[in-house]
Protein backbone atom coordinates (compact mmCIF):
# COMPACT_ATOMS: atom_id res chain seq x y z
CA UNK A 1 0.00 0.00 0.00
CA UNK A 2 1.26 3.69 -1.13
CA UNK A 3 1.29 6.03 1.88
CA UNK A 4 0.18 9.59 1.58
CA UNK A 5 1.86 12.49 2.93
CA UNK A 6 0.23 11.97 6.53
CA UNK A 7 0.60 8.13 6.20
CA UNK A 8 4.57 8.66 5.46
CA UNK A 9 4.82 10.89 9.03
CA UNK A 10 2.74 7.93 11.00
CA UNK A 11 4.87 5.77 9.48
CA UNK A 12 8.14 7.99 10.61
CA UNK A 13 7.21 8.42 13.95
CA UNK A 14 5.89 4.90 14.68
CA UNK A 15 9.64 3.79 13.64
CA UNK A 16 11.63 5.99 16.05
CA UNK A 17 9.36 4.83 19.10
CA UNK A 18 12.46 2.69 20.44
CA UNK A 19 14.82 6.25 20.33
CA UNK A 20 12.51 7.16 22.71
CA UNK A 21 11.82 3.79 24.64
CA UNK A 22 15.20 2.13 24.69
CA UNK A 23 13.42 -1.19 26.48
CA UNK A 24 10.43 -1.09 23.52
CA UNK A 25 10.75 -3.31 20.53
CA UNK A 26 9.09 -3.05 17.61
CA UNK A 27 7.08 -6.04 16.00
CA UNK A 28 4.45 -6.01 12.63
CA UNK A 29 3.06 -2.93 11.69
CA UNK A 30 1.08 -1.36 9.31
CA UNK A 31 -0.73 1.80 8.61
CA UNK A 32 -3.48 1.82 6.78
CA UNK A 33 -5.88 4.67 5.63
CA UNK A 34 -7.76 5.12 8.77
CA UNK A 35 -6.00 3.65 11.59
CA UNK A 36 -2.69 1.83 12.07
CA UNK A 37 -1.84 -1.66 13.24
CA UNK A 38 1.13 -2.67 15.23
CA UNK A 39 3.10 -5.07 17.58
CA UNK A 40 5.09 -3.43 20.72
CA UNK A 41 6.98 -5.16 22.61
CA UNK A 42 8.03 -3.99 26.22
CA UNK A 43 11.34 -5.41 27.76
CA UNK A 44 10.52 -5.41 31.30
CA UNK A 45 13.38 -6.98 32.23
CA UNK A 46 15.87 -5.09 30.23
CA UNK A 47 14.24 -1.89 31.55
CA UNK A 48 15.49 -3.35 35.57
CA UNK A 49 18.40 -4.34 34.02
CA UNK A 50 19.38 -0.87 32.35
CA UNK A 51 19.27 0.31 36.28
CA UNK A 52 17.22 -0.68 39.26
CA UNK A 53 15.18 2.48 39.40
CA UNK A 54 14.06 2.56 35.65
CA UNK A 55 10.98 1.12 34.68
CA UNK A 56 9.54 -0.22 31.44
CA UNK A 57 7.14 2.37 30.03
CA UNK A 58 3.18 1.55 30.32
CA UNK A 59 1.95 0.79 26.51
CA UNK A 60 -0.33 3.90 27.13
CA UNK A 61 2.36 5.57 27.72
CA UNK A 62 4.01 4.42 24.32
CA UNK A 63 0.68 4.80 22.43
CA UNK A 64 -0.17 8.05 23.83
CA UNK A 65 3.62 9.24 23.24
CA UNK A 66 3.43 8.34 19.46
CA UNK A 67 0.29 9.67 18.84
CA UNK A 68 1.06 12.98 19.87
CA UNK A 69 4.52 13.29 17.93
CA UNK A 70 2.58 11.73 14.90
CA UNK A 71 -0.31 14.52 14.96
CA UNK A 72 2.37 17.14 15.60
CA UNK A 73 3.97 15.72 12.53
CA UNK A 74 1.06 15.31 10.06
CA UNK A 75 -0.42 18.67 11.61
CA UNK A 76 2.65 20.53 10.56
CA UNK A 77 2.52 19.25 7.34
CA UNK A 78 -1.20 19.75 6.61
CA UNK A 79 -1.02 23.30 8.27
CA UNK A 80 -3.30 22.36 11.02
CA UNK A 81 -2.25 22.85 14.34
CA UNK A 82 -3.55 21.16 17.25
CA UNK A 83 -6.19 19.44 15.20
CA UNK A 84 -6.92 16.01 15.80
CA UNK A 85 -5.93 13.42 14.22
CA UNK A 86 -6.34 10.31 16.39
CA UNK A 87 -9.38 9.03 18.19
CA UNK A 88 -9.25 9.01 21.93
CA UNK A 89 -8.92 5.77 22.73
CA UNK A 90 -6.95 2.65 21.02
CA UNK A 91 -7.69 -1.37 20.90
CA UNK A 92 -5.04 -3.32 22.97
CA UNK A 93 -4.47 -6.97 23.35
CA UNK A 94 -1.91 -9.35 25.15
CA UNK A 95 -0.10 -11.78 23.33
CA UNK A 96 0.62 -14.37 25.64
CA UNK A 97 2.15 -17.21 23.27
CA UNK A 98 4.10 -18.09 20.20
CA UNK A 99 0.57 -19.33 18.22
CA UNK A 100 -1.09 -16.21 18.99
CA UNK A 101 2.07 -13.82 18.47
CA UNK A 102 1.83 -15.64 14.42
CA UNK A 103 -1.75 -15.23 14.17
CA UNK A 104 -1.59 -11.68 14.98
CA UNK A 105 1.45 -11.20 12.27
CA UNK A 106 -0.40 -12.68 9.60
CA UNK A 107 -3.54 -10.29 10.71
CA UNK A 108 -1.71 -7.37 10.28
CA UNK A 109 0.52 -8.72 7.46
CA UNK A 110 -2.96 -9.04 5.45
CA UNK A 111 -5.01 -6.53 6.55
CA UNK A 112 -4.18 -4.07 3.48
CA UNK A 113 -5.80 -6.58 1.19
CA UNK A 114 -9.16 -6.53 3.15
CA UNK A 115 -9.61 -2.60 2.92
CA UNK A 116 -11.84 -2.82 -0.21
CA UNK A 117 -14.04 -4.40 2.41
CA UNK A 118 -13.83 -1.89 5.04
CA UNK A 119 -17.05 0.19 5.89
CA UNK A 120 -14.71 3.44 5.22
CA UNK A 121 -13.49 2.23 2.08
CA UNK A 122 -14.19 4.55 -0.38
Known amino acids: MVLN ?7 QTWMEIPEHFPV ?3 DEFIV ?3 HI ?7 CE ?7 LQQA ?3 GTVVGAFKSAASRRINLHRATPGEPVWQRNYHEHVIRNEKSLSEIREYIAN ?3 KWELDKYYV
Open 5 to 11: PYGQQAE
Open 24 to 26: VDL
Open 32 to 34: MPN
Open 37 to 43: HGIVLID
Open 46 to 52: RARHASP
Open 57 to 59: PSL
Open 111 to 113: NSL
